[in-house]
């Protein structure tokens, strides 16, 4: 059975820092993309960053620079260090996966190509 675990999270203070993990459990795939979204309170969900199969990162315009998706400690985990916290970072975050890493670079754009969905993490950026 394939499915996402995520953990971490939490809440922090603005300019603080908090790491998200997310790691897919029965995986085998060699191309796959993993990405992390956030649904902001009274918002509609958006992407953060993804990571495909080959290591490869991509952020959204409002983490870039602050955000780090990385591979975790085995392969189908991944890791979201997330930095210099804002307030408008305050979200219900998703950890989402699908097997192709082609979906990676546009992972903005629809995210209801992802099938497989964590179950959310919530951090709460507070002044």
């Known amino acids: 059975q394939e499915y996402l675990v995520q953990s971490g999270g939490g809440s922090a203070q603005a300019g603080g820092s908090l790491t998200l993990s997310c790691t897919a459990r029965?995986?085998?795939?060699?191309?796959?993309?993993m990405a992390w979204f956030r649904q902001p309170p009274g918002k509609e969900r958006e992407g953060v960053a993804a990571?495909?199969?080959?290591?490869?990162?991509f952020y959204s315009d409002s983490v870039r620079g602050r955000f780090t998706v990385a591979q975790g400690g085995t392969k189908y985990t991944m890791n979201l260090q997330m930095g210099s916290l804002k307030l408008e970072d305050t979200a219900m975050y998703y950890c989402?996966?699908?097997?192709?890493?082609?979906?990676?670079?546009?992972?903005?754009?629809?995210?209801?190509?992802?099938?497989?969905w964590g179950q959310g993490t919530q951090v709460t950026v507070s002044s």
């Open positions: 989402a996966a699908e097997a192709s890493k082609r979906l990676c670079p546009d992972y903005e754009t629809d995210d209801r190509v992802f099938y497989y």
């Open positions: 029965g995986f085998s795939y060699s191309s796959y993309c």
């Open positions: 990571l495909d199969s080959d290591g490869k990162a």
